[in-house]
Nanobody
Framework: QVQLVESGGGLVQAGGSRRLSCVASRSVFDIDAMGWYRQPPGKQRELVAQILSSGRISQPDSVKGRFTISRDNAKNTVYLQMNSLKPDDTAVYYC?????????WGQGTQVTVSS
């Protein structure tokens, strides 16, 4: 089992930056994949970035060049650095982990981008 705790959300102006953190209850190196998803108001949850245990990264074009996922194995932490934020990036951001076919979610952290 994997517990995930996100932090770093808040209010930011358009064009600004924010870094989200996700601390896992076990080594992220042992987790098959970790990622960040977001759910804008009234919309479905969508992938923002995912990093595999191999280090391979997947991201949709909508955030490429603006959002960067990284991990710190020593701190059991995955980060999402968000730059050039837009009002459309407003959402609840969730940390996700996949291990042995099971999916785990954090409680989510709200990011609000004001225009």
């Amino acid at each position: 089992q994997v517990q995930l705790v996100e932090s770093g959300g808040g209010l930011v102006q358009a064009g600004g930056s924010r870094r989200l953190s996700c601390v896992a209850s076990r080594s992220v190196f042992d987790i098959d994949a970790m990622g960040w998803y977001r759910q804008p108001p009234g919309k479905q949850r969508e992938l923002v970035a995912q990093i595999l245990s191999s280090g391979r990264i997947s991201q949709p074009d909508s955030v490429k060049g603006r959002f960067t996922i990284s991990r710190d194995n020593a701190k059991n932490t995955v980060y999402l650095q968000m730059n050039s934020l837009k009002p459309d990036d407003t959402a609840v951001y969730y940390c996700n982990a996949w291990k042995q076919g099971l999916s785990y979610w954090g409680q989510g952290t709200q990011v609000t981008v004001s225009s």
